[in-house]
Nanobody, 119 residues
C-alpha cells in the first residue's frame, strides 16, 4: 500500500522552529522526487520545497529566504522539512508529496500535518 505519512506539526510561537517528517512506504522511494506543499486557510495549496532522488538538488519557494531546509534519507524512506524563524502567516496544513522524475505533477500525497504559528 502506497503511503506518505507526515508528522512533526504543532503549535509554536513566531520565531520558533519545527521539523516535519514524512515516512514513505509502498513504492521505490529513491526513484521519486519528494516535495512539501502547504495550504493556509482560505488559500490554494502552494509549493514549499522539493528535493531530487539523491538529495543533490533542492528547490524552494522564493518567499522562504533560506529559512527552510528540505532533506531526505533514502535508507529510511523519509523526507524532512526543517523550518526556522516561523511566521504567523505560515500557519497551514503541510503536505508531503512525491512524483517520478518524468512526471509533470505530484501524484502521491500525504494526509497533511497542521502547523500553527502564533504571534
Amino acid at each position: 500500500q502506497v503511503q506518505l505519512v507526515e508528522s512533526g506539526g504543532g503549535s509554536v510561537q513566531a520565531g520558533d522552529s519545527l521539523r516535519l517528517s514524512c515516512a514513505a512506504s509502498g513504492f521505490t522511494f529513491r526513484s521519486y522526487v519528494m516535495a512539501w506543499f502547504r495550504q493556509a486557510p482560505g488559500k490554494e495549496r502552494a509549493f514549499v520545497a522539493s528535493i531530487n532522488w539523491s538529495g543533490s538538488s533542492t528547490s524552494y519557494a522564493a518567499s522562504l529566504k533560506g529559512r527552510f531546509t528540505i532533506s531526505r534519507d533514502n535508507a529510511k524512506n523519509t523526507v524532512h522539512l526543517q523550518m526556522n524563524r516561523l511566521k504567523p502567516e505560515e500557519t497551514a496544513v503541510y503536505y508531503c508529496a512525491a512524483k517520478t522524475v518524468d512526471s509533470l505533477t505530484y501524484t502521491l500525497w500525504g494526509q497533511g500535518t497542521q502547523v500553527t504559528v502564533s504571534s
